[in-house]
């Protein structure tokens, strides 16, 4: 029961802090409400833990043989959250009647788990945390994944609660488009850690 808490802390701790997928929930609490970002909020929380289980089980052996596998989704990563950010910050609000983007839907987030850094750093840093391995590694990686599952929903839901309350301050166009511009840069903020050296 100690270790299930000590998980929850740190699955929690990590999931409200900011990242790229606080900051894209937000953002499309502000444009587009709460039910139409449903679909990208259960990626998430569904996502993310089947990302966790994959790592767990094996992924990350295939990883240690083939480096160039990971710094190939690495780059793609990085790639696409720059593409996120330009769509964030060039997208309309629903306020001038159009829309040049839309929520991400469920399979978007869910398989944007796969090119998160933040989101790499939490399910590698989990698993070497939180295994040990003089026992049998499978209940201990589906402990870890239930309770990340677990502790999702909540963090994703205030982060989406946040921009369902901003969207009610932003009452003019011109401030939704500074708060789309002001959270694509720090999408490209959150890329810095991942291109840094070591």
């Known amino acids: 029961m100690e270790l299930v808490f000590a998980i929850a802390l740190f699955a929690f701790s990590s999931g409200i802090t900011p990242g790229p997928n606080n900051i894209m929930l937000m953002t499309s609490g502000v444009n587009f409400g709460i039910r139409l970002s449903l679909p990208h909020l259960a990626g998430i929380c569904i996502g993310f833990p089947c990302m966790v289980l994959a790592i767990g089980l094996g992924l990350s052996a295939v990883f240690q043989a083939y480096p160039l596998l990971h710094l190939i989704i690495k780059y793609v990563g990085i ?10 910050a060039n997208s309309s609000s629903r306020m001038e009647g159009k829309q ?6 469920f399979v978007q987030a869910a398989a944007f788990q796969w090119v998160n850094p933040k989101g790499w750093i939490m399910a ?13 590694l499978t209940p201990q990686v589906l402990t870890i994944a239930s309770v990340f599952f677990s502790v999702a929903l909540p963090c994703a839901l205030v982060w989406l ?16 488009k500074a708060f789309n511009i002001a959270m694509a840069l720090l999408l490209v903020a959150s890329i810095i850690p991942m291109i840094a050296p070591q």
């Open 161 to 176: 609660g946040f921009g369902v309350a901003l969207k009610r301050l932003l009452k003019h166009q011109g401030q939704q």
């Open 100 to 105: 040049t983007a839309k929520p991400l839907s």
């Open 79 to 88: 790639a696409y959250l720059l593409y996120l950010a330009w769509l964030i």
């Open 124 to 136: 590698v840093g989990a698993i070497a945390t939180f295994t040990v391995m003089d026992k049998p």
